[in-house]
């Protein structure tokens, strides 16, 4: 049961049927119909009648076999025929021609198998303002095109009107929408806390979507917003356990009024704290102080990180902070460069993020192609100018970013990230025969430089199938949209703002 559900109409299913494997194992794809529209047989049906047989059912072991196996561990290798065998949410076994004995199979021919993506920084929230602001840029600089902007148009007017209802909606379409991508793991960051309902309704979408989610615990506005003091209760409440599939941060904006306080709840609470460091917003001197006064520690993640000074990335790097770059909206929306070689050159822990999806899609193929595609163009310059210059990036370095190094900026290295046997199982089957990548003749390029979000074949969540042949299973994603498009049209409506689909 979720939030949608709705006891006096018990004809319409659960949307969010976290049931759906159990129920297509025990008695096959018919008995996922009604999840279908108006009793059409579905694509989501189809996809589900073609699960091999046993999976999904308690105690069954599975090998996903045969296919280029991208491990991101270098102790374990990569293989260009090979197996990975789970066993209940972990993964037990990487290597070539794993013998399973019982265990369901799925044939990964043809595929690239990989760790699912990371994302460090994604306001979910916004969901229902997906381009609204795809020109936009942070602030308001005074020019007639810029008027509407991040700061005044989505912060200070639309994220005002939010309910707990909007924001359920939108976490959860946001997280269902990503998994359809390949990212198992996101940090929202969640800025619509007016409320400790408020707060429970993110909560809840997170969870309803069924993947790795941490939950971004920052600010809220209005008489019944409880930031940061609700700390402690969100986290007794909901996050009492480390052995489950979300956990907490907390955020400590510092340019907000009070941040100290944020900080401390945090960290007496044990969580890292993240925040926002923009040049833009003139931050390098608050920062630099926090840096020169030892408040720094390898809890933080900074997101961003444009326009700091040297001193205050040295603050950082000695700190062991880690580093969040959403490159595409660092370049779209004028928070300055991304800086990317800053963090490379301090050998600083970084990952990749996607930050807001009124501007910017959210998928991780875009995130890592602009990633190497701008930290070549700045070495390809100073190259051709006779300067000295860098490394260029290769395409496994961004896969790193985008995998394994989200997975230590959240303090999930040890669970996630990687193909290793003890790790959990968020494993990505990549279609390599695909018309827009075959033939394969390089795994990681391939990834970075030809695949998109269409690519994703199938995902994997703690050793659960997720989506299975290009279909999402377990949601009723034609209901889910109509929610999130009568959210859209509230929203809209009770900021003020006129929806003009050609502005």
């Known amino acids: 049961m979720c939030r949608l559900c709705n006891p006096k109409t018990p004809e319409l299913p659960c949307p969010t049927r976290r049931d759906f494997m159990k129920a ?112 936009g840029i942070l602030i308001n600089d005074g020019r007639p095109g810029n008027e509407s902007n991040y700061y005044e148009t989505i912060l200070q007017k639309f994220s005002m009107v939010y309910r707990p209802e909007d924001v359920y909606i939108n976490e959860l379409f946001g997280s269902i929408a990503q998994l359809d991508a390949g990212v198992t793991t996101v940090m929202d960051v969640s800025q619509i806390h007016h409320s400790p309902e408020h707060s429970d309704a993110a ?33 007794q409440q909901y996050f009492s356990s480390d052995d489950q599939l979300m956990t907490m941060v907390m955020g400590g ?55 700091m000074s040297e ?75 006779g300067q000295d210059y860098p490394d260029l990036m290769p395409s496994i370095d961004a896969i790193k970013m985008a995998t394994l190094g989200g997975a230590e900026g959240l ?23 695909a018309i827009n990548v075959a033939p394969l003749n390089n795994v990681p390029g391939a990834v970075v430089t030809l695949m998109e979000r269409n690519n994703v074949d199938t995902v994997f969540v703690a050793g659960q199938v997720k989506k299975w042949k290009g279909e999402l299973l377990g949601f009723d994603v034609k209901r889910l949209r109509q929610e999130l498009e009568s959210s859209r049209d509230y929203l809209f409506e009770a900021a003020g703002i006129e929806r003009n689909l050609f502005a």
């Not at 971004?216 to 940061?228: H, M, N, Q, S, V």
């Not at 999930?412 to 025969?433: F, N, Q, R, V």
């Open 203 to 235: 909560i809840e979408g997170l969870r309803d979507a069924g993947r790795r989610s941490v939950f971004g615990y920052f600010e809220g506005w209005g008489d019944r917003a409880k930031y940061p003091q609700d700390a402690a209760r969100i986290k």
């Open 24 to 135: 297509s194992a025990v008695a096959g794809a018919a008995a996922t119909t009604s999840l279908a529209m108006g009793g059409a047989v579905s694509a989501q049906e189809t996809s589900a009648g073609t699960l091999p047989e046993g999976l999904g059912q308690p105690g069954r072991r599975i090998l996903i076999k045969g296919g280029a196996v991208l491990s991101m561990d270098d102790k374990v290798g990569n293989f260009a025929a090979g197996d990975v065998l789970i066993e209940g949410t972990k993964i037990v076994e990487v290597g070539a021609n794993i013998d399973a004995g019982d265990a369901v199979v799925v044939d990964a021919a043809g595929k690239i198998v990989m760790p699912g993506f990371v994302d460090t920084h994604h306001h979910q929230f916004e969901t229902a303002l997906r381009s609204q602001l795809a020109d």
């Open 311 to 385: 001193n205050g990335w040295k603050y950082a790097a000695d700190a062991g902070a880690h580093i969040s770059l959403a490159v595409p909206i660092e370049m779209h929306m004028r928070h300055g460069t991304p800086p990317i070689q800053q963090a490379i050159d301090l050998g600083m822990s970084t990952s990749l993020s996607t930050d807001v999806e009124c501007t910017m899609t959210a998928d991780f193929f875009t995130q890592m192609r602009s990633l190497v595609t701008l930290q070549r163009m700045f070495v390809n310059e100073k190259a051709l100018a």
């Open 411 to 433: 303090k999930l290295d040890g669970k996630i990230g990687s193909l290793t046997p003890g790790k959990e199982a968020d494993i990505l089957l990549l279609d390599a025969e």
């Open 253 to 307: 904006e510092i340019y907000l009024p009070g941040y100290e306080e944020s900080w401390k709840i945090g960290r007496e609470l044990g969580l890292p704290i993240a925040l926002h460091v923009v040049g833009t917003f003139g931050m390098q001197e608050t920062f630099d102080k926090l840096g020169a006064d030892g408040m720094f520690g390898s809890d933080n993640i900074f997101i961003h990180m444009t326009g």
